[in-house]
């Protein structure tokens, strides 16, 4: 059995803000370092990093977050590239790993900067000049293969979650999360004198109102912007967690299951359901859950098709409050459920959407 004995992050800030200058690699190493001061562990009992990465173009990022953090050359580092799903597919990794005997402490998260992004080219072998582009591609059918934000209308509009729903589950959000700061705070790492989540504001439905328009019903208030930040765990064996100073929360379970990429936002319901399923619960019987709301009718879809309680979801707010730093929003959600667990002990959900149908689910107990 495998349980996680710390979980930080860095505070989540907008594309161009305060992290700006800062790479991935130096946004996840403080939060490693914390980690590990947490777990009463040094860097020598490492075995392994993964980090989940989806805008780095290429290499091995985890190699770069182990170097950078200092810990051991012989941390090889893993990277992993599910988009929005990478940072909770890598916690599921490293339980998986402590769970084979692979290893005895794994690292496991993600860490991005829309900020410092690699452009984009794609080439031609008749010699035109390369083209810029912004998304990859997630499907090899171009016609099923949507712009996330239509993806997300559609969604709304198949599903009958209209504007006026979207904009009240935002201001719920930056309500719970304005409200939840100082808590918030605690599982902060400071970098470069940050130490809340720099997108939280008073948002009202007058405000919602004004927002621009992305997509349909798709607004900037209901939608998450783009963000940096980094986060991370460590997961441990159970046997070696009895001998450590620090809490610990016990991974039950989790499943990546591949969806429609047609609709995307819907694939962590199938995830979720093969999830309880394997552990025996229902989805009454969660007590704390973290939905990602890359869109607010994501979240609100994910909660009707999984039957979950709404005044149990994202009870300290979400992405919308926050920003969407691709590789590490899986890796947040669960560090915001681990945080919640050591306050108030039960059984806790975390799962999240990704780009061509993907959806990830992880269940912890406290």
């Known amino acids: 059995m495998s349980v996680i004995v710390a979980a930080r992050r860095t505070a989540v800030v907008p594309a161009g803000g305060a992290f700006a200058s800062f790479d991935f690699h130096t946004l996840a190493a403080p939060v490693i370092r914390g980690c590990l001061a947490d777990a009463g562990l040094s860097g020598d009992a490492v075995d392994e990093v993964i980090v989940g990465n989806a805008l780095g173009a290429g290499g091995n990022p985890a190699r770069l977050c182990a170097l950078a953090a200092g810990l051991p050359e012989r941390v090889a580092g893993l990277s992993i590239d599910r988009q929005c799903v990478s940072g909770l597919d890598a916690i599921l990794l490293a339980d998986a790993l402590i769970r084979s005997g692979m290893a005895k402490v794994v690292i496991a998260g993600g860490a991005e900067s829309a ?25 090899p059918w171009p016609d099923r293969d949507p712009d996330m934000a239509q993806a997300a209308d559609r969604l709304a509009q198949d599903h009958g979650i209209d504007r006026a729903a979207q904009d009240a ?4 959000s930056h309500a719970l999360a304005l409200s939840a700061r100082d808590r918030l705070t605690r599982e902060i790492v400071p970098l470069a004198g940050v130490v ?13 109102a004004r927002a621009p328009i992305v997509a349909g019903s798709m607004t900037a208030a209901n939608a998450a912007v783009a963000a940096d930040g980094a986060a991370f765990v460590v997961v441990v064996s159970d046997a070696l967690a009895a001998t450590l100073p ?17 609709l995307p936002g819907l ?17 009454q019987d969660l007590t704390a859950i ?21 005044a149990r979801v994202n009870r300290h707010g979400g992405a919308l409050a926050r920003g969407h730093p691709i590789g590490a929003s899986g890796a947040i959600n669960a560090v915001r459920l681990v945080q919640d667990l050591w306050q108030t002990g039960g059984t806790g959900l ?3 959407a990704a780009a061509g149908g993907i959806g990830t689910a992880l269940l912890l107990q406290g």
């Open 246 to 262: 620090c809490n610990a929360v016990r991974i039950v379970g989790g499943r990546t299951l591949g969806a429609s990429p047609d």
């Open 267 to 283: 694939a962590p319901v199938a995830a979720i359901a093969a999830t309880l399923r394997a552990a025996g619960l229902r989805p």
């Open 115 to 139: 900020s410092r992004r690699p452009l984009r080219l794609r080439t031609f072998a008749d010699g035109r000049p390369a083209e810029r582009y912004d998304q990859a591609a997630f499907t």
């Open 290 to 310: 973290e939905i990602m709301e890359a869109y607010a009718v994501q979240a609100l879809a994910c909660i009707a098709g999984a039957d979950l309680d709404p």
């Open 350 to 352: 975390a799962a999240i």
């Open 196 to 208: 809340q989540d720099a997108f939280t504001r008073p948002l009202t439905l007058r405000t919602c």
């Open 169 to 172: 589950w935002a201001v719920r």
